[in-house]
């Protein structure tokens, strides 16, 4: 694994168990027991409503590109190499929005609705990113 000199994300007390999955390569949301409510971002509570018997289960990791924008300038130094990439918003099938990159596929065949699938990049030896690509099985 090449060192990786970009932000690190620094798991809390409230995305612990996301970014556990991450790194078994699991796609893990929050899941409310009394209403059936999906979130993310982790919380502890439902915000639909208000229930904290909330439990974490896996996503299929699949979904919708809801919207994207192309980034051709470096906000820091440590993505320079990176432009232009893709951030997007995608709404996964269990009906919550994940902002994330769309990887492995070229930035003109990117678009509202595209189906894609969830994958994750090493970044250390504790963190995987979840990144997501066209759908390649239906």
């Not at 996301?18 to 439902?46: A, S, V």
């Not at 979904?63 to 709404?91: H, N, S, W």
């Not at 250390?124 to 979840?130: K, Q």
Request: aromatic share 12%; glycine share 6%; charged share 25%.
């Amino acid at each position: 694994m090449n060192e990786y000199r970009k932000p690190i994300p620094v798991p809390g007390f409230d995305s612990q168990l996301f970014w556990q999955g991450c790194k078994r390569h699991e796609l893990m949301i929050p899941h409310c027991q009394d209403c059936g409510t999906y979130h993310f971002f982790p919380r502890f509570f439902c915000t639909k409503c208000m229930s904290k018997r909330m439990e974490w289960v896996k996503s299929k990791g699949v979904g919708t590109i809801y919207t994207f924008t192309i980034i051709d300038r470096a906000g820091i130094p440590a993505f320079q190499k990176e432009v232009p990439y893709v951030l997007a918003l995608v709404e996964l099938e269990e009906g919550v929005r994940m902002m994330t990159n769309i990887v492995e596929c070229g930035l003109e065949k990117i678009k509202i609705g595209m189906k894609v699938e969830v994958l994750f990049e090493d970044i250390t030896d504790e963190i995987a990113l979840p990144k997501f690509r066209p759908r390649l099985s239906q």
